[in-house]
C-alpha cells in the first residue's frame, strides 16, 4: 500500500480551488491522500473559509476521509508536505487591474502575462515563490512544488535557478485548449493523437500526429485558419479577444500557433480592442472580478458540494485539473505525456539547455523527461530567443530589483516600444505596486520625490476606474 500524502495549496482561497478539489477526487483511486491544506494570506481569510467549507463538502460528498486544514500559517501548512501546488495572486484581482489599466491609458497593451503587465506581475510573484522555496528547504525538503500562478514559465524558472528547487514543475490550462479543439475537428478521441508542444509558457507551437503515424498539422492549419473557417479559430480561451490569425503566416510556418500568440502576430487589431475595452471601463480584471463574485456567492450555499459549471467562465479553467493529473503521475511513475514548464536539457535546440521552456515531456517519479523538438522555423526561432532573453531579463530584475535589467526586460519586449511612455509606464507601476515590491524600495521612493506627475497620474487613473467599478 502506498504512503499517505500531504497536499499544501498556497492560494487556497483562489476561485479555482473547486476545480482542483474535483481533480482530486476524481484521482482519489490514484492519490493516497491523508491531508489536504489550504493557505492563503489575511487579505484572502473570507475566501478562503468559503471555499473551504465547500472543499469539505465536496470531500464528504464523495465519501471520502480526508483532512482539509485551512490556515494563514504556511509554515505550519508546509511541515512534512509531499506536494505543494501554487495559485495565489500577489496583490490580488487590485493588481491586475493595474497590470491593465496603466499601460493602456498609454496605449500599450495591458494584460496578466504578455507586455508591461505581464512583467510587473512577474516582479511582485517570483520574490514570494522564492520566500516559500525558503521554508520548503527547511520544512519538507523532499516535496514536489507545482506552480500554475502565472506567469508559469518565468516563476518556474525562477524556482530552479534563483531557488534551486529542481523538483519543481510549471503547469498551464492552454495547451489543454488546443488539445480538445483538435479532437473536436478531426473528430478523434486524444487516445487515438499524439501532441508535441514546445515554445514558453503562452508563447509555444504544436504538432498532431494521428495513432498510425500519419501527421495531421497541415490539415488542422486549413480546418482552423483558412479564410472559410475562421468560426473555427476560437481555442476557448475565455480571456483572449479571437481575432483570426493571418491563414498565410500559419501556412507558411507550419506548425500550430498559440492562442496567445495574437498579441503578437496581430498586435495591432488586439491593443486596438484591449484599448476600447479600457475605455468601456471592460478591462479582464475588471469583468473578472464582477466573476468571482458571483462565484463566492454560488460557493456560499451549504448545499453546493460540486464544481459548478460558472467557474468555466472564470479564464483559466483546467489548471487545477492539469495539476491532478500532474500529481498523480509523479506519484505513480506513469510515464504520461504533459505539456509542462520544465527545464530544457536540448528539448528545443535553439534555446539555452538549461533554460526553462513549455514541451512535452514524459512524467516520472523523477519529474519530466522532455520529449525532443528539434530545431523551430527561423520565423519562430527569432521570435522564441528574444522572448527567452526577455524572460531571463525580467527574473534578474525580480530577483534583484535592478531598475535598469527592468527597463531592459521592457526594451525588449516586442509589445513596449522603447522611449519616453515606456519609462513612464515602467515608472508608474512601480509606484502603483509600491506595497509589493520592496526590492524596488529605494526607485519607487526616487519616483514619488522627482516624478509628482507620475504619482498624479496612477491616484487619479485608479480613482477614476474604481469610481466606475
Not at 530545431?375 to 530577483?399: F, H, N
Request: glycine residues 6%; aromatic residues 8%; charged residues 25%.
Amino acid at each position: 500500500m502506498q504512503n499517505k500524502i500531504k497536499i499544501v495549496t498556497i492560494g487556497g482561497g483562489s476561485s479555482y480551488t473547486p476545480e482542483l478539489i474535483e481533480g482530486l477526487i476524481l484521482r482519489k483511486d490514484r492519490l493516497p491522500i491523508a491531508e489536504l491544506w489550504l493557505v492563503d494570506i489575511a487579505d484572502g481569510t473570507e475566501k478562503m473559509e468559503i471555499v473551504g467549507n465547500m472543499a469539505k463538502r465536496m470531500i464528504a460528498a464523495a465519501g471520502l476521509d480526508w483532512q482539509v486544514h485551512l490556515t494563514l500559517d504556511r509554515k505550519a501548512a508546509l511541515k512534512d508536505a509531499d506536494y505543494v501546488t501554487t495559485q495565489f495572486r500577489v496583490g490580488l484581482l487590485d493588481a491586475r487591474l493595474k497590470d491593465e489599466v496603466i499601460p493602456l491609458a498609454n496605449g500599450l497593451l495591458g494584460q496578466e502575462t504578455n507586455g508591461a503587465g505581464g512583467l510587473f506581475k512577474a516582479f511582485r510573484t517570483i520574490p514570494v515563490i522564492l520566500e516559500i522555496i525558503d521554508d520548503m528547504r527547511v520544512l519538507c525538503p523532499n516535496a514536489w512544488l507545482v506552480d500554475f500562478t502565472n506567469p508559469a514559465g518565468m516563476v518556474t524558472e525562477a524556482a530552479i535557478k534563483y531557488g534551486q528547487w529542481e523538483k519543481t514543475v510549471g503547469l498551464c490550462n492552454v495547451p489543454f485548449s488546443h488539445i480538445t479543439q483538435a479532437c473536436e475537428l478531426l473528430v478523434t478521441p486524444e487516445a487515438e493523437l499524439n501532441f508535441k508542444f514546445a515554445g514558453l509558457n503562452h508563447f509555444h507551437w504544436h504538432r498532431v500526429w494521428d495513432n498510425k503515424g500519419n501527421e495531421r498539422t497541415a490539415e488542422l492549419i486549413d480546418k482552423i485558419y483558412a479564410p472559410e473557417q475562421r468560426d473555427r479559430s476560437d481555442e476557448g480561451l475565455k480571456n483572449i479577444h479571437q481575432i483570426p490569425f493571418h491563414y498565410e503566416q500559419v501556412k507558411h510556418l507550419g506548425i500550430l500557433p498559440c492562442g496567445y500568440h495574437r498579441y503578437y502576430y496581430l498586435q495591432e487589431p488586439m491593443l486596438a480592442h484591449a484599448v476600447e475595452e479600457f475605455r468601456q471601463y471592460e478591462t479582464r480584471a475588471e469583468v473578472v472580478k464582477k466573476t468571482e463574485k458571483r462565484l463566492f456567492e454560488l460557493y456560499k450555499d451549504v448545499n453546493l458540494n460540486y464544481k459548478p459549471e460558472e467557474l468555466s467562465q472564470r479564464g483559466g479553467a483546467h489548471y487545477s485539473d492539469a495539476a491532478c493529473d500532474l500529481i498523480a503521475a509523479i506519484q505513480n511513475n506513469t510515464g504520461k505525456q504533459m505539456v509542462v514548464s520544465t527545464r530544457n536539457n536540448g528539448a528545443i535546440a535553439d534555446l539555452p539547455f538549461d533554460c526553462i521552456v513549455e514541451v512535452t515531456a514524459a512524467i516520472t517519479a523523477h519529474g519530466p523527461e522532455p520529449l525532443r523538438w528539434g530545431a523551430l522555423p527561423p520565423a519562430a526561432r527569432g521570435m522564441i530567443q528574444l522572448m527567452k532573453a526577455m524572460e531571463e531579463t525580467t527574473i534578474e530584475a525580480a530577483v534583484t530589483g535592478d531598475y535598469g535589467a527592468a527597463l531592459h526586460a521592457f526594451t525588449i519586449n516586442p509589445l513596449i516600444p522603447a522611449g519616453d511612455t515606456a519609462i513612464k509606464v515602467l515608472d508608474s507601476l512601480l509606484y502603483a505596486h509600491k506595497a509589493y515590491l520592496p526590492k524596488f524600495a529605494e526607485k519607487i521612493a526616487q519616483i514619488e520625490r522627482d516624478k509628482p506627475e507620475i504619482v498624479a497620474f496612477v491616484d487619479q487613473l485608479l480613482a477614476d476606474r474604481e469610481a466606475h467599478a
